[in-house]
């Protein structure tokens, strides 16, 4: 199949195949971004984080814990940070506090996963324009061409209408994959830092 796929950006209907391949390189760049952001930027060091935080309220340290929570930069820190530096202005300043990092913090985590959606349809897309485009020029060459050349162009067309077929679902499968991976994480960090919000300030 490899072979059919590197066939077809040297034959009729290459268009399709280098379009789906931009939105091969589109998906995986947005993929390694988004991978990297969420399960390196703001998923490393949660736990010990969390365990040091506990650790210094459960000690009466919340000056110190704040200090600490302010000098990480992922966004479960922000949240606890806002909380405990924001200790002295009530519910409802820490509250604001939390809501200001909250819709900071939210989008970044949720940034281009529309996006690579939108990528995966875009190469399914293509991949069905390509079949259409192949059984057109497959069903021409049967209405229009001598006897002699149709059978070579109708294998032609069929090798167009599969081969853009194969290559859009190849792109758009791993791609809805991790999709829905990076999704699943970026909501759970979200819902994180929700919890962890509400369980810092019932221990100050």
């Known amino acids: 199949m490899i072979n059919v796929i590197a066939q077809g950006f040297q034959r009729e209907g290459a268009g399709f195949m280098w379009a789906i391949l931009v939105f091969a390189g589109i998906a995986m760049a947005l993929i390694i971004e988004r991978a990297y952001y969420i399960f390196f930027r703001c998923s490393m060091g949660r736990g010990d984080f969390m365990m040091n935080i506990a650790r210094l309220l459960q000690s009466g340290n919340l000056d110190e814990a704040g200090k600490h929570a302010a000098s990480k ?3 479960l820190a922000g949240v606890v940070s806002a909380v405990l530096n924001n200790k002295d202005r009530g519910d409802t300043g820490i509250d604001k506090a939390v809501d200001e990092v909250y819709l900071t913090e939210a989008p970044r985590i949720n940034r281009y996963l529309n996006l690579l ?12 324009l390509g079949t259409v485009y192949g059984l ?4 021409n060459a049967v209405a229009n061409l001598p006897a002699a050349e149709r059978p070579q162009a109708l294998a032609d067309g069929i090798s167009i209408a599969m081969g853009t077929t194969f290559f ?5 499968i791993p791609t809805i994959f ?8 970026s909501e759970r960090l979200i819902e ?13």
Do not use: C, D, R, W
């Open 178 to 185: 991790m999709h829905g991976l990076l999704s699943s994480q």
């Open 73 to 75: 930069t992922f966004p």
């Open 117 to 128: 959606m939108t990528v995966a349809n875009l190469a399914t897309l293509g991949g069905l």
């Open 192 to 204: 994180e830092m929700e919890e962890k919000a509400v369980k810092v300030m019932n221990l100050i």
């Open 168 to 172: 859009g679902l190849t792109v758009a």
């Open 136 to 139: 057109i020029y497959a069903f």
